[in-house]
Each structure stands twice: as C-alpha cells, then as structure tokens.
C-alpha cells in the first residue's frame, strides 16, 4: 500500500479507470473503497485535504439518532444502528462505545410523568430498532447515581436519568483510514487536487476531469464514470457538468464549543435540554486521563440555516451564547466565553426539493436521508446523508456506478476491516499506548518505531495534550499530510481541543514537518501564517453576528 500523494498523482495522470470519485470527504473516500474493493479501477481527487469539509466537522458520533424516531424516521434509524455496528467490527480501534445520559428534570419540584413515560418509549423502540446490537440496553438511573455522572448539575433539579449505549468516532481520522484503505485495495487517491472541467465525449457523456493540483500542471483523469462526493460543495461540481445552476444544497451550519473539563465534569456524554427552542444539545467528555477524569468536554451542535459561502462557516457570537446558555442552565459552574478553548463549525449538505424549492421547517426537523442522483451526462451524484450511513451511502453510488460500467460486482465493506483493525485488541486502549491505539490500532508499532529511531519524537507535540512529535511525522510519511493545517485540524485535533496552545506550538510543528516535506525557512513561515490567519479569523468570527462576519468577507 503506498499513500505516497507523487505515487499517486502518476497512476491518476497515466492509468484509465472505471470511476473517479470528486471530493475526499466520508462519502467520497467511502465510495473508493467500496468500488475499489470490488475491483473496479478506482480514482479520487479532494481539492483541500481529505475531511477538511464537514467529515471534521462533526458531532463525532456513530449513532441512531434517537430524535430521528421523533420525527418518524424509523428506516433511517434501523439502518443508522445497523452501520454503526457494522463500524465497531470493521474499525474496533476507532469507533468506541459511548454511553449517554439523559437527565429528567423537576418542574417546581414536579416530574412530568408524560416526558419519563414517552423517554422510556422512545429508548424502547430505539433498543428494538436495533440498538441492543451494542450488548446493552438503556435503563432508568435513580437521581444519586445519575448526579454521579455529572455533578455540576443542580441535584434539586434531577429527578432521574436514562442510560443508553452509541458510539463515537475521531471523524477525521476515520476518514483518512478510510481513504488509506482504499489504497491498500487498489484505488489512486490524492488531495490538493482541484477539479476545474469534467471532460464529456463526443457524445456528451462524462469521461473524467481536468484537475489542477496545488502545486503543479494540469492534468486530465480518464474514467469511464464520474462520481460527484463534493458534500456541500456538490452543486459546484454538477453545474461544471451540467452547466446550469442547481440548486440541490440546503447548508446547515452547526457549531462546537470545547471546555475545560473541569467545568462540567461529566465521565459520560449527556443530552440536555435547550429550553428556547425544544432542542438538545450533546455534553461529550473528550481526551481521557485514564482515571475517569478527563482534560477536555465539548458541546453541540447548533442546527442553523446558512446563507453564506460554503467556504465561509465560522462560529458566530450568537452561537457561542447558544450553547453557553443552555449548558449553564443544566450546570452551576457559570461557563463563561472565556472558558471556551475552542470551537468549530460545519455545513451539512441537506437534499433541497427534487425541483430545487427549500423544504419547510428548521433544518433541525430536515430529514438526513441521503439522494443519488445521475444527470443527462451520466454524473453520479451523492447527496445528504449522516456519517454514520457513509458504507450505506457509498454502497448505493457504486451500485449505480457498476450499472454504467457493465461490471456487475457485490459490494463487499460490510465485513471489510479498515487499516489498523488486524491484530487490535481491546486491552491495547488500558495500557500504556492506549493513546497511540485508538488512533493507529495495530499500526501504533509504526509510530513506535519512528520513537524508537529518534527518541525526541516521544516527546509532545502540543504543549498539555497527548499528540506525540511522532504522529505528525507518520502524518507527513502515511498520510499525506501536506500542511500545517492538515496535521493541527485534522491529523491531530488540537486545533478544535486548545486553539491557543496549538498557536503557541505552531512554528515548531512546522519546524518539525519542513524536514519530512523539505520546505524552506519562506515555505516554513507562509505555512505558520497562513494557519495564524485562518485562527485569527476564527476567533473574530467569534466575536460577531453572523451576519456582520458573512458581510466583512464579500
């Protein structure tokens, strides 16, 4: 398996394949593997790095979605649960379980038997939907035991609590492990690859693009069929192909905030209530001490309209107090904007009418079911859907890729382990690489060994977070990490855990990196500018409406 980008880029400009996939986030490198693995000759390009869209934007969850049973979408969450299971076997290193409390509050000292009574359906039917693949099925807590789980909470207030079972997931890295064994099974892949034409034939059916890579010549894919992954950038690519300007994208932004954990306190994540507008927002404890403890809680999502850019999301002031309000109103710790250590925020790419019209109500009341689509040209494109469906979704494309290809071929991802998921086992998350583990799995040996040949690479790469000096070098090595921003955002996490500390270290993982990419002390600067920026603009995002940030970059 070689996820060299050069090695990459060489079979893309000179081999034929029988698809090209456009965009390298979840969908997209899910797509490959599933074409790839069945045998099909398999590119893709992503114009940024892989995930650096809404795959890294994400609440990081592998779940049913049990408010999806509210709004009646039973099939979704049947298959929801059963991919979230079929992701725990495939990548036992990534996806972990994750047990969620749901607290049952008082009302002037009243408890609303109507709520506990429709909770307990709800998680029943959740259970028999498919649920209870995980091994355990939800219960009902008395209030001294779910005050146990977050104490920060006002005990007056809590009158019981339900536990139930999902899982959670590192989005991005799922996504680049994805991407890599895509490669391992055949597929030429390589990101900074920006698709500028898709190439027709005389007879006006798609057979490839012209690509423009970051750094370097133009270059044309040849490919039987064309696949369009782009996520909220889908509509770019459909009207390269077909020339109009569709309108199939409804973007809707969410937003995450990260605390300190000792604010919160939670050992597990908890929904709470967001009182204005009958929603709830996830409590997620982050970056274990192996004790119980934790150093990080990050909280979300928002579900909002978006009217801007798709390239232009940030978190605005009034998301920021969003979530604050609702957090304080479940804690007494009174978290305020300056505890934020970080934030993020992301686009979901919801299905707009067939005839393009917006479907009404909140995003949050949208359906997250996914929509392929095949234009006059014979453009495949994969619309909407939720990470924890991508195997389905990529299924379902590929289906209708071997309908053009003539190459009847099953799918085979529903049993098909993932890079670093051979010779794992579970007892390597207690021990002393419990770290290393559920980001490499297997292949920790690999960054092991990269200590073991220069023994500074042990050392921290961030200063108070676990990311060794080591990981971005396996970045730049296996993962073809390319940028600053590639290993701060998404390689590692640090960027959305601590902005500020990663800030401080950013010139010495650029330091660190300029070896292994051979860049000079002008490229060394440009990358820690450039990451300095994008930061800053961050954080003043941060510090007005949405509106007043949208209109300073028109």
């Known amino acids: 398996m070689n996820f060299d980008r050069k090695t990459n880029i060489d079979r893309l400009k000179n081999e034929q394949f029988d698809v090209l996939v456009i965009g390298g986030g979840i969908t997209g490198v899910g797509v490959a593997l599933d074409a790839a693995s069945r045998g099909l000759?398999?590119?893709?390009?992503?114009?940024?790095?892989?995930?650096?869209?809404?795959?890294?934007?994400s609440s990081k969850l592998i779940h049913g979605g049990l408010r999806y049973l509210q709004q009646g979408e039973i099939g979704l969450v049947y298959e929801a649960l059963h991919e979230r299971q079929r992701l725990r076997k495939n990548a036992p290193h990534l996806v972990q379980l994750l047990p969620f409390m749901i607290p049952i509050l008082t009302k002037d000292g009243v408890v609303s038997k109507k709520i506990a009574r429709a909770l307990g359906s709800a998680l029943w039917m959740y259970d028999l939907t498919g649920g209870w693949r995980i091994g355990k099925f939800h219960r009902r807590l008395k209030a001294?035991?779910?005050?146990?789980?977050?104490?920060?909470?006002?005990?007056?207030?809590?009158?019981?609590?339900?536990?139930?079972?999902?899982?959670?997931?590192?989005?991005?890295r799922l996504c680049v492990t994805v991407a890599r064994t895509a490669v391992q099974h055949g597929a030429a892949i390589a990101n900074q690859c920006a698709v500028t034409k898709i190439v027709h034939d005389e007879a006006g059916v798609a057979r490839g693009a012209i690509v423009q890579p970051t750094n370097g010549e133009p270059f044309t894919i040849r490919a039987t069929t064309v696949v369009n992954a782009a996520g909220v950038w889908a509509d770019n690519?459909?009207?390269?192909d077909e020339g109009n300007n569709p309108h199939s994208i409804r973007p809707a932004k969410g937003i995450h905030i990260t605390v300190p954990w000792k604010k919160v306190q939670n050992d597990i994540a908890i929904v709470i209530p967001v009182r204005r507008d009958?929603?709830?927002?996830?409590?997620?404890?982050?970056?274990?001490?192996?004790?119980g403890t934790y150093q990080y809680t990050y909280v979300g999502t928002t579900d909002t309209d978006f009217a801007g850019g798709v390239d232009e999301s940030q978190t605005s002031v009034e998301d920021i107090h969003y979530v604050l309000e609702a957090l304080n109103q479940s804690i007494t710790t009174n978290v305020t904007v300056d505890d934020v250590t970080a934030?993020?925020?992301?686009?979901?790419?919801?299905?707009?009418?067939?005839?393009?019209?917006?479907?009404?109500?909140?995003?949050?009341?949208l359906s997250r079911k996914h929509k392929v689509k095949v234009s006059p040209s014979g453009v495949i494109s994969i619309m909407g859907g939720k990470l924890t469906t991508y195997r389905k979704m990529s299924e379902h494309t590929v289906d209708e890729v071997v309908k053009h290809t003539g190459k009847a071929k099953k799918c085979k991802t529903k049993n098909l382990q993932f890079i670093?998921?051979?010779?794992?086992?579970?007892?390597m998350l207690n021990g002393a690489d419990a770290h290393l583990a559920e980001r490499f799995g297997s292949e920790l040996n690999k960054v092991k060994e990269l200590i073991s040949q220069d023994p500074s690479l042990g050392e921290p790469l961030i200063a108070g977070l676990p990311y060794l000096r080591a990981e971005a070098v396996f970045?730049?090595?296996?993962?073809?990490?390319?940028?600053?921003?590639?290993?701060?955002?998404?390689?590692?996490?640090?960027?959305?855990?601590?902005?500020?500390?990663?800030?401080?270290s950013a010139r010495k993982v650029a330091e660190l990196m300029a070896t292994e990419l051979n860049w000079d002390s002008a490229e060394i600067d440009r990358q820690v500018a450039f990451f300095v920026d994008s930061c800053s603009r961050e954080e003043a995002a941060g510090m007005v409406s949405e509106a007043e940030f949208l209109a300073s970059v028109q």
């Not at 000759?41 to 934007?57: C, H, N, P, Q, Y």
């Not at 035991?145 to 079972?165: G, I, N, Q, V």
Request: glycine residues 6%; aromatic residues 8%.
């Open 420 to 427: 670093g998921a051979k010779g794992f086992k579970s007892s």
């Open 41 to 57: 000759r398999t590119a893709l390009v992503e114009k940024d790095d892989f995930s650096s869209g809404t795959s890294s934007k």
């Open 475 to 504: 970045a730049c090595r296996s993962e073809m990490a390319l940028t600053l921003d590639d290993v701060l955002s998404r390689r590692t996490r640090a960027r959305i855990i601590n902005r500020r500390a990663t800030l401080a």
């Open 343 to 365: 934030v993020w925020s992301g686009l979901r790419p919801l299905v707009r009418n067939e005839d393009g019209s917006t479907a009404k109500g909140k995003t949050a009341d």
């Open 144 to 172: 001294k035991d779910a005050h146990s789980h977050l104490p920060t909470m006002p005990f007056e207030k809590l009158a019981s609590a339900y536990l139930y079972y999902d899982a959670a997931a590192d989005d991005s």
């Open 278 to 291: 009958k929603r709830s927002l996830f409590v997620v404890p982050w970056i274990s001490n192996g004790d």
């Open 237 to 240: 690519v459909r009207q390269a």
